[in-house]
């Protein structure tokens, strides 16, 4: 079954080259996730996951509560980082009040083990046992089975377009994740993932305008997660929506902000400072 969609504005290739400023208003984001249940239906080229709902709503975005409706995985990523696929993705959707939201997270080959690493594990080995052709649903027995351990408290690029698979259609708004976020797979895990399900053909877009977010995420005294989309320029009046980002800060080749240029200007200045007093007391 093709799933081309000639006239989606989604997926895009991510990178830094691509990103045209720094975002505010327009993409703040707040999660909580809390642990659920965990079905599953096994399509021809994903699997997908269902959510359940709580007494609050997990995510807020643009103060909109968003609650997750899907959870989709696919192998190779939907998204390209840099020109090039992801061994995987997870594509957690939301809605709220209107709006849609979708978070996407790349998944690393990696031997390490982390929260997502032993979660993916358990949701392919039961997939394996209880799904096992295409078509099958079953409940699984995963005991972790919370996006806390999947959304990273780190920066993250955001774009708007269209569904990026189909029917390719509706207004969203998408939170990418780069590949540098530590979430890993495991590869006999991985090498289990791509018999259950085929490669996809979902191609990238071009033409929707990629935002960077200006600041990492930190904890609130509410300890709910908190990553907010901040001017990445200091000194000028905040505008609403987007804003261009400053030269001065460079993004590296992992897509982290890069504050060298400020700080050896500032410890050069203190020694500088140090020195004068020093000289005065002699």
């Known amino acids: 079954m093709s799933t081309e969609c000639k006239n989606s504005t989604a ?3 991510i990178s830094k080259q691509s990103v045209a400023g720094s975002c505010t208003n327009k993409c703040d984001l707040r999660f909580d996730y809390h642990g659920s249940s965990c079905n599953v239906f096994r399509s021809e080229t994903y699997l997908e996951l269902d959510y359940d709902n709580s007494s609050k709503a997990p995510v807020t975005f643009n103060d909109i509560a968003h609650e997750v409706y899907k959870v989709r995985l696919y192998s190779p990523s939907v998204h390209t980082f840099n020109g090039e696929r992801a061994p995987a ?4 959707a ?9 978070i996407c997270i790349p998944l690393m080959e990696s031997e390490i083990t982390s929260e997502c690493s032993k979660m993916m594990e358990k949701i392919i080995n039961d997939t394996e046992k209880l799904a096992p052709k295409v078509g099958n649903r079953a409940s699984l027995n995963v005991s972790n089975y919370n996006m ?5 408290k780190l920066s993250y690029f955001f774009y708007e377009g269209t569904l990026p698979f189909p029917p390719c259609n509706g207004n969203y708004n998408l939170v990418v994740f780069h590949t540098n976020t530590f979430n890993t ?5 991985l090498d289990k993932m791509k018999k259950m399900i085929k490669k996809h053909n979902i191609q990238t877009r071009s033409g929707p ?8 995420s930190h904890s609130r005294e509410s300890d709910d997660i908190y990553i907010s989309c901040q001017p990445v320029k200091e000194g000028k009046q905040k505008k609403e929506g987007f804003s261009n980002i400053n030269d001065s800060y460079i993004i590296n080749s992992n897509n982290e902000l890069n504050m060298i240029d400020h700080i050896i200007p500032f410890t050069i200045g203190t020694i500088f400072i140090f020195g004068l007093l020093y000289n005065r007391r002699i």
């Open 89 to 92: 993705e997870i594509i957690i």
């Open 209 to 216: 305008a990629l935002f960077l977010s200006g600041l990492k």
């Open 185 to 189: 797979i495991k590869k006999p895990i």
């Open 148 to 152: 806390n351990n999947i959304v990273p």
């Open 11 to 13: 997926p895009i290739n």
């Open 94 to 102: 939301h809605n709220g009040n209107g709006s849609n939201l979708l």
